[in-house]
């Protein structure tokens, strides 16, 4: 017995849509992607990254995983982010959180989960770092907040610290490094003001050296 069989049933009819806009558009798509942008997501159902932003298959490369984190020693995360940026040339990578993470909420608990506590290490750090501005926050829902859009930062940072992207910026190629938070209370996206696209907006310690090639 197929227990999924709607699932089956609403592919067949989004297919069919799409043919009926488009006879090519799947045609289209198998030849190849071009996507100009990188999103670096949570995992939590309810941010579907296509859906946000407006953007069809093939428009945008997706990383997805608990709390939008972006560690320097998690092979999956690099392998993306060079996919992204040496394979397919994206010139914006997004990393976004958003408001009501439940990773985030657990980072700032003390019970124990299991195995995502030493995910979620990398957000009590930040929230250790943090400690003085986080106290100034009016009650708990903002220091929660606060806590998303710091951890998107630090995300921020870590993607640009990689020598993945200053060897990039090193051979030339124009890659932005943005961060996002979305508020599912409104549907809509919060720009940080964080943009980086060159070593220069970055703390000397972690400039590389990249040789010439």
């Not at 995983?65 to 394979?87: I, K, Q």
Request: glycine share 6%; aromatic share 8%; net charge negative.
């Amino acid at each position: 017995m197929r227990r999924l069989k709607p699932l089956f049933d609403n592919n067949r009819e989004w297919a069919s849509k799409k043919k009926q806009q488009n006879p090519h558009y799947f045609q289209n798509l198998a030849k190849g992607q071009n996507p100009k942008y990188l999103w670096i997501g949570c995992s939590d159902s309810r941010v579907p990254a296509n859906e946000i932003i407006g953007l069809e298959p093939g428009e945008l490369l997706v990383h997805r995983n608990v709390a939008n984190l972006f560690p320097h020693t998690d092979l999956n995360c690099l392998s993306v982010l060079e996919f992204g940026v040496r394979m397919l040339k994206v010139e914006h990578v997004i990393v976004c959180g958003h408001y009501g993470c439940s990773g985030v909420q657990s980072a700032m608990e003390d019970h124990h989960l299991g195995l995502i506590d030493n995910w979620l290490r990398s957000i009590r750090d930040t929230h250790a770092q943090s400690k003085q501005e986080l106290a100034t926050c009016p009650d708990a829902k903002a220091k929660h907040n606060r806590l998303v859009e710091l951890n998107v930062l630090q995300q921020v940072y870590n993607v640009c610290h990689t020598t993945i992207v200053q060897e990039a910026w090193a051979e030339g190629h124009s890659v932005c490094i943005h961060g996002w938070v979305y508020d599912m209370e409104s549907g809509e996206l919060h720009d940080l003001k964080s943009c980086i696209s060159s070593p220069e907006q970055l703390e000397e310690v972690y400039r590389i050296q990249v040789p010439p090639s």
